[in-house]
C-alpha cells in the first residue's frame, strides 16, 4: 500500500502541474464520464483495479485484438474472465499485453485509481503486427481508429483516441495515406484524435539541408547491425547524383532522374546487398522518395558509410534524410552530424490531429528525447523576412513525459519515460472537456479543431524555452484554463 501511495503521488504532481485537479477535484468536479477513450495499442491488463469501477466489474466497452487471429471480446465476456481469474479467464479473453505499453497508457488516461478521467468508459484496441518484433501495419493502424470512430457514433458518444505510436517512414508534410486517413477521420462524429510526437528527439536518426555544392554525409554503423533503411525526400524538380561508399569504399552511384517512372537498382557492396528505390511524385505526393534498403549476409558491415549528394539541377535543393526509428536500430547506428529538427514520428504529422511533445514537470524543461516538430509560417517578402502569419505548428503542446508512474503487468507499479506515456495526460483531459462541453452541454461542438484550440489557448510556458510556438513544445505545456469553465 505504501508503494502505490507513494506511486501515485508523482502523478498527482504531474497532474497539478498541468492544472487537472483544479477541475476534477473542485468544480466542475469532472471525471470523463459519458465519453469514450479509445486506447489503440500493446493490449491492456483488464484484471488490474485501474480498470475495474466501485463493484469490481471491468470499465472496458470492449476489446478489440487484432493480432493472429483477430477477435472482439464483449464487456461481458471481460467481466467473465475477471470472475474466473488470470489463469481460467484467460481461455475466455486470451487478449494479453506482452509489453505493458497500452496498460500503461490506458491507466494514465482512465485508471480508476490515477486516471486523468478515472470515469470514461475504455475501449482497447490491440494492434497486431507485421512480423515478430516489429510496428503494426498502416492498415492495421487504420482500421483501429475507424473502429473507434464508428463505437462512437454506434454508441452516440464523444471519442477522444490515444495513439502512443509512431514511425520514422514518410516525408513528414502530412502527404502519407495515414496522415490524411487521420486528418478525415477527425471530421467524423465527435471526435478528437491525440498522438504523441515520439522519442526521435536525440535518436540522431535525422539529417537535413539546402544543397548548393557537392554534399558528404556520415552515417555510423554500429557492430552486428542486422538491416537498415535510408530514406531521403527531396522536390522532384531538383536532380542530384548520390553515391553511396563503404567503410572499405566500394561505391554505388545513381540519379535520382531520368525517367517518368519509377526504378531499382540493385548493387553489392562488402557483404551487403544494396536495393536502391527512385521514386517518383503520386497522386497524394508531390514529393520524390529515394529509399535505399540494406540487406546484408549476416550484418552490415560496421563503420562509416558515406551519402555523397552532388547538384546537376538545382531550384530549392532542400533534403531530408531519415533512419528507421531509435527502437529498431542498434544505439551507436546513426549521422555524425544529425539534425534534431523534423523529428516528429508519423503520424503525429497529421494536421488535425491533437500532437503532444514531452517535457520533465521536476525540472520544467523541455525532454530533449522528444520528437521536433516545425512552425511554419507564410513569408510575404523572403528580403525582408516578412511574416504574414502562422500556417501551422507541431507538436501544439507538451505534457509530462519523464518519470511516470504506470501500472505493471500482473501488479505494481514502475516509472517511464517518453511522448507515450505524455500523449495520454492529453487525452485524458480532451475526456474532461469533452464531457463538460457535449455531456453537460456546455458546449455541444467541445472536440476536434475547437478542443484543440481550447488546449492552445490555456498553455502555459516551460522553462527555457523563450519563443512560442516552437518546434520543441508547441504553444507550451498543458495546463486546462478552469475560468473558462
Not at 485484438?65 to 464483449?74: G, I, W
Not at 548520390?242 to 517512372?261: A, K, Q, W, Y
Not at 519523464?402 to 517511464?416: N, W
Request: hydrophobic residues 40%; negative net charge.
Amino acid at each position: 500500500m505504501d508503494n502505490l501511495f507513494n506511486e501515485d503521488i508523482t502523478n498527482e504532481y504531474a497532474k497539478a502541474s498541468s492544472c487537472i485537479l483544479q477541475i476534477t477535484q473542485r468544480e466542475p468536479y469532472l471525471s470523463g464520464k459519458g465519453v469514450i477513450i479509445a486506447i489503440i495499442d500493446s493490449g491492456i491488463d483488464f484484471y488490474l483495479p485501474e480498470f475495474l469501477d466501485s463493484n469490481g466489474n471491468t470499465r472496458i466497452l470492449s476489446i478489440w485484438d487484432q493480432t493472429d487471429n483477430p477477435r472482439l471480446y464483449t464487456q461481458e465476456q471481460i467481466n467473465e474472465a475477471i470472475r474466473l481469474g488470470r489463469i481460467e479467464g484467460s481461455r475466455i479473453v486470451p487478449a494479453e499485453d506482452i509489453s505493458g505499453h497500452g496498460t500503461a497508457v490506458a491507466a494514465i488516461a482512465a485508471g480508476t485509481i490515477s486516471g486523468v478521467a478515472p470515469q470514461a468508459e475504455i475501449l482497447v484496441i490491440k494492434l497486431g503486427s507485421s512480423g515478430r518484433n516489429s510496428f503494426p501495419l498502416t492498415t492495421q493502424l487504420m482500421r483501429g481508429i475507424n473502429f473507434a470512430v464508428n463505437t462512437g457514433i454506434e454508441r452516440n458518444m464523444p471519442v477522444a483516441v490515444n495513439i502512443s505510436y509512431g514511425n520514422t517512414y514518410g516525408d513528414h508534410q502530412g502527404n502519407s495515406l495515414l496522415e490524411r486517413f487521420v486528418d478525415n477521420a477527425s471530421e467524423i462524429g465527435r471526435t478528437s484524435i491525440v498522438i504523441g510526437s515520439g522519442n526521435e528527439g536525440i535518436s540522431r536518426g535525422h539529417i537535413s539541408g539546402t544543397l548548393n555544392r557537392r554534399t558528404e554525409l556520415e552515417m555510423a554503423v554500429s557492430d552486428f547491425e542486422t538491416g537498415l533503411s535510408i530514406q531521403l525526400w527531396k522536390y522532384y524538380q531538383d536532380k542530384y547524383r548520390i553515391t553511396i561508399v563503404s567503410p572499405n569504399g566500394e561505391m554505388l552511384d545513381f540519379d535520382t532522374f531520368g525517367s517518368r517512372e519509377a526504378q531499382i537498382i540493385k548493387r553489392r557492396l562488402e557483404n551487403t546487398d544494396l536495393m536502391c528505390f527512385i521514386g517518383v511524385p503520386l497522386p497524394y505526393n508531390i514529393n520524390q522518395e529515394i529509399f535505399i534498403d540494406m540487406i546484408p549476409d549476416l550484418y552490415i558491415a560496421s563503420g562509416i558509410w558515406k551519402i555523397i549528394i552532388e547538384p546537376v539541377d538545382i531550384v530549392t535543393g532542400e533534403y531530408n534524410i531519415y533512419l528507421p526509428g531509435y527502437a529498431v536500430r542498434n544505439a551507436g547506428t546513426g549521422f555524425l552530424n544529425a539534425t534534431p529538427d523534423t523529428t516528429i514520428t508519423i503520424p503525429s504529422t497529421s494536421n488535425k490531429a491533437i500532437t503532444v511533445g514531452a517535457y520533465n514537470v521536476n525540472m520544467q524543461s523541455y525532454a530533449d528525447f522528444s520528437g521536433r516538430g516545425f512552425v511554419y509560417r507564410n513569408v510575404i517578402n523572403k528580403a525582408s523576412e516578412q511574416i504574414q502569419g502562422i500556417v501551422q505548428v507541431k507538436p501544439e503542446i507538451a505534457a509530462p513525459g519523464v518519470d511516470i508512474s504506470v501500472p505493471v503487468v500482473g501488479g505494481g507499479y514502475e516509472r517511464v519515460s517518453g511522448t507515450s506515456f505524455a500523449t495520454p495526460f492529453v487525452t485524458g483531459v480532451s475526456a474532461l472537456l469533452m464531457e463538460w462541453g457535449i455531456i453537460r452541454e456546455n458546449d455541444r461542438y467541445m472536440y476536434g479543431e475547437k478542443l484543440k484550440a481550447f488546449l492552445i489557448d490555456s498553455a502555459q510556458p516551460i522553462l527555457g524555452e523563450a519563443q512560442y510556438p516552437n518546434d520543441k513544445t508547441g504553444w507550451g505545456r498543458l495546463c486546462v484554463n478552469s475560468d473558462s469553465l
